[in-house]
């Protein structure tokens, strides 16, 4: 089956500090990505949604400009927290579709646990 | 945003019992998945079941979809306590333009040996 790697697995930073997270599509090219966010023992929310060279599309209460996405290529996207807090400490997962449309399966990274002392 | 609710929100059992969970949604899907979750790790996809199927099987899977009472349930034959973790049911929808698949409140499963 197709594999979305994240960089890195974890990263512990300080409050106030960017820290940028990495997703890529080792086997396929992701059209579409999408990033989620999981609060422990919660499920998973949606963060935004991406296509490649276009802006990304943001769920209700999800700040765009603290929560960057760029996805530049069809095998990269990134997510950057900015000025990051402590209540951003949370498991960020994401995922990737290989082209748009129904039933197409999403692949998923294996997160990237976030902690902000 | 959520897409509906699963229940039961936690569920314990013995070694060698089945374990059901079901799943409600709101909008109009194009397929429905599970996954499975352990503790602090990424996701596992179990199985897929298109909006035209109504039951599905994978080993000791098995999946039924109903579209008009938006439902789902995962049940799993002869439970082992590699099975513990966490289930969580997903639509695949239209949304905003796109293809999105949005996730369940899950189920925390527990086999106990």
């Known amino acids: 089956g197709a594999v979305v790697s994240q960089h890195p697995s974890w990263v512990i930073c300080k409050s106030g500090t960017s820290v940028k997270i990495e997703c890529r599509s080792l086997?396929?090219?992701?059209?579409?990505m999408f990033w989620y966010r999981q609060f422990p023992k919660q499920s998973l929310m949606l963060m935004a949604t991406?296509?490649?060279?276009?802006?990304?599309?943001?769920e209700q209460g999800v700040e765009k400009d603290k929560f960057l996405i760029n996805h530049a290529s069809l095998t990269l996207s990134t997510l950057t927290v900015t000025s990051a807090h402590p209540e951003d400490s949370s498991f960020y997962i994401c995922?990737?579709?290989?082209?748009?449309?129904?039933?197409?399966?999403?692949?998923f990274g294996p997160g990237t646990r976030l902690t902000v002392l | 945003s959520q897409q509906g609710e699963e229940d039961p929100q936690a569920l314990s059992i013995q070694e060698g019992e089945n374990a059901t969970m079901n799943c409600s949604y709101k909008?109009?899907?194009?397929?429905l998945q599970w996954y499975r979750q352990n503790s602090g790790r990424g996701l596992v996809h179990l199985i897929l079941?298109?909006?035209?199927?109504r039951e599905k099987h994978s080993g000791r899977l098995r999946v039924t979809l109903d579209t008009s009472k938006k439902s789902s349930s995962l049940l799993i034959t002869a439970s082992r306590a590699a099975d513990t973790a966490s289930y969580f049911c997903?639509?695949?929808?239209?949304?905003?333009?796109?293809?999105?698949?949005?996730f369940g409140a899950g189920t925390r499963l527990a086999v106990h040996p």
């Open positions: 995922s990737a579709r290989e082209v748009p449309g129904q039933g197409k399966e999403q692949f």
């Open positions: 086997d396929f090219q992701a059209t579409t």
């Open positions: 991406s296509n490649e060279g276009s802006k990304a599309t943001y």
């Open positions: 909008t109009s899907i194009n397929n």
């Open positions: 079941i298109r909006s035209n199927e």
């Open positions: 997903a639509t695949d929808a239209i949304t905003g333009g796109y293809n999105k698949l949005i």
